[in-house]
T-cell receptor, first 115, second 114 residues
């Protein structure tokens, strides 16, 4: 089985501050890991993903995430928050050996950016 | 035009009514998915389809059925709606080549069952 835990249902930062959204996963086989973002009244869109190779992954809009196998984590960061980053963020995992390619999502973290 | 479209965008219905949500895609992807989103629970997979003849249950399929009418169309039905099916429903598609291929989501259908 695989699962994803996102710590903190809401995170509030000031504009210009560091953004850190936490994600821990459990998977019995090597995982593929994703971060998706959902802006208000929209569907989800991919921010970044980890498959294999380099553990630091860069995505769109200045976000990046680091895969740490020893900590089973895939935390999302951005050095400087913008007002436009306010959205809900979902971490997701699928298993590399699962032919169904099903994604398991975390419960989401809503990012609030204060002026 | 959007690559993944869902109709209707909003629907209010009553307990016991039959409801169909429709999804169409122009991306040419073979895989299609239906998810429901509930506050604090993230997204949960209802059904997924690898092609027209291959449909599979997800983690929360009770009370739902689906139909893959064509490669581009995937419909979700609630045969007899109940209040706990009130949720935001998303359709998604992906290219079936690799498990890490991006899923592309529609804008969602907000369903309220009274």
């Amino acid at each position: 089985a695989q699962s994803v835990t996102q710590l903190g249902s809401h995170v509030s930062v000031s504009e210009g501050a560091l953004v850190l959204l936490r994600c821990n996963y459990s998977s019995s086989v090597p995982p593929y890991l994703f971060w998706y973002v959902q802006y208000p009244n929209q569907g989800l869109q991919l921010l970044l993903k980890y498959t294999t190779g380099a553990t630091l992954v860069k995505g769109i809009n200045g976000f990046e995430a680091e895969f740490k196998k020893s900590e089973t984590s895939f935390h999302l960061t951005k050095p400087s928050a913008h007002m436009s980053d306010a959205a809900e963020y979902f971490c997701a995992v699928t298993r590399s050996m699962d032919s169904s390619y099903k994604l398991s999502f975390g419960s989401g973290t809503r990012l609030l950016v204060r002026p | 035009d959007a690559d993944v479209t869902q109709t209707p965008r909003n629907r209010i219905t009553k307990t016991g009514k039959r409801i169909m949500l429709e999804c169409s895609q122009t991306k040419g992807h073979d895989r299609m998915y239906w998810y429901r989103q509930d506050p604090g629970l993230g997204l949960r997979l209802i059904y997924y389809s690898f092609d027209v003849k291959d449909i599979n249950k997800g983690e929360t399929s009770d009370g739902y059925s689906v139909s893959r009418q064509a490669q581009a169309k995937f419909s979700l039905s609630l045969e007899s709606a109940i209040p706990n099916q009130t949720a935001l429903y998303f359709c998604a598609t992906s290219d079936g080549g690799q498990p890490y291929n991006e899923q592309f989501f529609g804008p969602g259908t907000r369903l309220t069952v009274l």
